[in-house]
Structure formats: structure tokens, C-alpha cells
């Protein structure tokens, strides 16, 4: 019993329990241990076989070759067909033990990837991420500028009808609680020195008012084109890159050599970290790109309001010079022809560029 199974498992290099139980024996993993009681001989028990330390190494050269090629390997095809998957993921985590377990990953129990390439499938993304963020922050831009616009016509709407509503009260409560002027004229000297000093209150207030409306104005435009996350982070953790099945898909065509259940677990693996890398990426080019529409979209209010300042001041200076050309039967036919020019020209302009303006806020173009 002992000389067959010496025999059979230096021959083969691991022998089944199965095997041992059909020779009778009960136990053929206290059997072995007892048998090869020696460090250099003592086999690897793993779930159905007993393996020798020479397929051991065998196995252990071809992971240390994976790993330093940045490769993958099936190590299936290295170990003969009595071993189980079980068997087989057994011996690679035996062979990962005394290395960093980061350096390599196992996948449906009989592959090993180095994380070097499992990295290079990550790479294979890269360009298409890029596009996906790219059309993703060009559609949220449009979208924000769209919804501000919409939020600024329907609150600009109510803050108005709310104001003439606030002044017309305003009116009719200081009616009712105007004190009425004493006759005499002390009387007449008191009001006027009332009046005078409410003309120089509303002077001063109106002062104020202009000042805290160019202020307020200018805070406003800080803020419609400080970039905006529309909602914060958890919109872009929300984000989906690719399916599981895209993944295996672009793998499968991209890589070549890979088994269809070594793709399908891959792409399982890849499709957390990606996501998350799309997510960074989309935020990444949406507050870029926020930023810079906000930056262009500054420069371009800038540019069109130096223009209509300039025709304005054209449109009144030549407005003065027709106005200055004799008003007599030689000259009438020439102000009407001056003034139908400058209509045509000068005013059309400026009227098209307010209307411009007015289809840019309202994302009529």
C-alpha cells in the first residue's frame, strides 16, 4: 500500500483522496503527513488532492512570471484534470502568501492578473471617460444656465408686482399718517424746512439706493457665474460610466487571449473603480468648464456693454448735429434723410444687439 502510493504521487506530483480511500485508506491527509514526514517532501492538502512541493514550485515560477510580466495566467491549464477550482484558487492564495497581496488578484478561482495589468485594463478607458465627462459637462453647463435663467425670470417677475404692491401700501399708509401743516406763517416756514430737509434725505437715500443696487447688482453677477455643482457631490456620485457588460464587451475585443469567464469577472472588478474615476473626471471637467464659460461669458457682457455705451454716445452726438442743421424748406428734406441714415445704422445696431442680449438670457439662440 505504502510502495503504490509512493509511487503514484512522485510520478503524477499529487495524488487524490479519493484515490487513497479506494486503497483503504480513511484518512489520507494524516496518512500523507505521516508517510512524508520531512519539511522537503511534505505535501500541500488542499480540498479533494494532495500536492507534491515540486508542482508547488511549478505553479509558484509561473505566478512570479505573471507578475513581473504583467500578465495573467490560467493556471488551470498548468495543473492536471483532477484538480477542482476550488484546488486551483487554493494553490494560488498558497502561492500569494508570501508576497504582498496587492501585487496580483485571482478571478474565477483558476486566474491570476497581475494588478499591473488589471491597471493597464483600467487604461484602456481613459479616452472614453474623457468623452463621456466632456458631453456630460457641456449638457449640465446648458442646463444650469437654463435653470437660472428661468429662476431669474420668475423671480424677477415676482419681485416686481411684490414691489408696486410694497409702494402702493407704502403711499397709502403715509397719507394716512401725514400730520396735517399748521396754519400761520411759522407754519409755512416749518413745512418749507421739512420739505427741504426730505429733499436732501431722498437725495442722499437715493444716492444709497444707486450705490447698493450697483453692488447688489454686481454680487449677483458674481454669483450667476461663480461655478455651481448643481446640487453638490452627490449628483456626480450618482453618475453611471459603463455597464458591466460594456466593460466585458470593449475587454474582450481589446484584450486578446482572455476567457469569457476571466472578461466577465474582470469587468465586475473594474466597474467600481471606474465609476469612481468618471465620477472625479466629470466633476473635474464640469467645474473647469463652468469656470471658464463663467470667465467668457464676463468678458463678453464686458465687450458688448463698452459697445452700446460707444453707440449710444455716437447715436447723441449725431442726433445733436442733425438737430443743429437750420429747420428751413432747404434743409427739412436733408434732417429726414440724416436722421432715417442714423435710424438704419447706428440705432439698428444698437437695438440688435439689446435684442441679441435679451435671446442669450432668455436661451432663445
Not at 515560477?61 to 492536471?80: G, K
Not at 453618475?239 to 481589446?254: A, C, D, M, N, Y
Not at 463663467?294 to 463678453?300: E, L, N, P, T, Y
Amino acid at each position: 500500500q505504502n510502495n503504490t502510493v509512493d509511487s503514484y504521487f512522485k510520478q503524477n506530483g499529487f495524488v487524490e483522496f479519493d484515490t487513497l480511500a479506494r486503497l483503504e485508506i480513511s484518512d489520507g491527509a494524516k496518512f500523507l503527513q505521516r508517510f512524508y514526514s520531512s519539511e522537503t517532501e511534505r505535501p500541500l492538502m488542499l480540498s479533494t488532492v494532495a500536492v507534491s512541493p515540486s508542482l508547488v514550485t511549478q505553479i509558484d515560477a509561473a505566478v512570479e512570471d505573471a507578475i513581473n510580466s504583467n500578465s495573467w495566467v490560467d493556471v488551470a491549464t498548468l495543473l492536471p484534470t483532477p484538480f477542482t477550482p476550488a484546488d486551483c484558487q487554493a494553490l494560488l492564495e498558497h502561492c500569494l502568501r508570501k508576497r504582498r497581496r496587492d501585487v496580483a488578484h485571482i478571478f474565477s478561482e483558476q486566474y491570476l492578473a497581475s494588478d499591473q495589468f488589471v491597471q493597464n485594463c483600467g487604461q484602456l478607458f481613459k479616452d472614453t471617460m474623457q468623452h463621456e465627462a466632456e458631453k456630460y459637462a457641456a449638457m449640465k453647463v446648458t442646463s444650469d444656465a437654463a435653470s437660472r435663467s428661468l429662476a431669474a425670470s420668475i423671480g424677477g417677475g415676482d419681485a416686481a408686482a411684490t414691489n408696486r404692491q410694497d409702494r402702493k401700501e407704502e403711499r397709502k399708509r403715509k397719507a394716512q399718517t401725514a400730520p396735517k401743516s399748521a396754519a400761520g406763517g411759522s407754519g409755512g416756514a416749518n413745512s418749507r424746512e421739512v420739505k427741504g430737509q426730505k429733499s436732501r434725505d431722498k437725495k442722499a437715500t437715493g444716492s444709497k439706493k444707486r450705490g447698493g443696487r450697483a453692488a447688489s447688482a454686481a454680487d449677483d453677477d458674481m454669483d450667476d457665474n461663480a461655478p455651481s455643482t448643481g446640487g453638490g457631490d452627490n449628483e456626480f456620485k450618482q453618475l453611471e460610466f459603463l455597464t458591466v457588460e460594456k466593460i466585458g464587451e470593449t475587454l474582450g475585443s481589446r484584450v486578446e487571449g482572455l476567457e469569457e469567464d476571466f472578461v466577465e469577472e474582470l469587468a465586475t472588478y473594474l466597474h467600481r473603480p471606474l465609476t469612481r474615476s468618471y465620477q472625479e473626471v466629470a466633476r473635474s471637467v464640469f467645474l473647469s468648464s463652468s469656470s471658464s464659460a463663467g470667465a467668457s461669458r464676463r468678458q463678453h457682457n464686458a465687450d458688448t456693454m463698452s459697445r452700446l455705451q460707444s453707440l449710444w454716445t455716437n447715436i447723441s452726438l449725431f442726433d445733436r448735429g442733425i438737430l443743429c442743421i437750420a429747420e428751413d424748406e432747404d434743409c427739412s428734406d436733408l434732417q429726414r434723410k440724416l436722421a432715417g441714415h442714423l435710424l438704419r445704422t447706428l440705432c439698428t445696431e444698437l437695438v440688435n444687439i439689446v435684442c441679441a442680449l435679451l435671446a442669450e438670457e432668455h436661451l432663445m439662440v
